[in-house]
């Protein structure tokens, strides 16, 4: 059974830097795209980052773009993402996803099938 581990969470200053690291067990990872989310206490799950298969087209919220960047190591099974210029509002637990082969729609959880347990970010001012 496929299972997605995140880790690299904690709790740091703001300006600070975290990667986290995803972990996917299966053979099957690499042909498919995967999807960073995060979800504050008391707010809805929401979009942070995709990736396709090979790592040729990445997609960010408006909220991360030109801050945060996932990657991909298809060889370890590995997704990251790489947090810099860290704000208090990103605050969250971060959870990886793995996208649904037929979907497109990357910005939604309904376009992912499997989700990690996800790891705490904590960003004080």
């Known amino acids: 059974q496929v299972q997605l581990v995140e880790s690299g969470g904690g709790l740091v200053q703001a300006g600070d830097s975290l990667r986290l690291t995803c972990a996917a067990s299966g053979r099957t990872f690499s042909s498919y795209a995967m999807g960073w989310f995060r979800q504050a206490p008391g707010k809805e799950r929401q979009f942070v980052a995709d990736?396709?298969?090979?790592?040729?087209?990445?997609y960010y919220a408006d909220s991360v773009k030109g801050r945060f960047t996932i990657s991909r190591d298809n060889a370890k099974n590995t997704v990251y993402l790489q947090m810099n210029s860290l704000k208090p509002e990103d605050t969250a637990v971060y959870l990886c996803?793995?996208?649904?082969?037929?979907?497109?729609?990357?910005?939604?959880?309904?376009?992912?099938?499997?989700w990690g347990q996800g790891t705490q970010v904590t960003v004080s001012s």
């Open positions: 996803a793995r996208r649904r082969r037929s979907s497109t729609a990357y910005y939604s959880v309904f376009g992912y099938e499997l």
């Open positions: 990736i396709t298969w090979n790592g040729d087209s990445t």
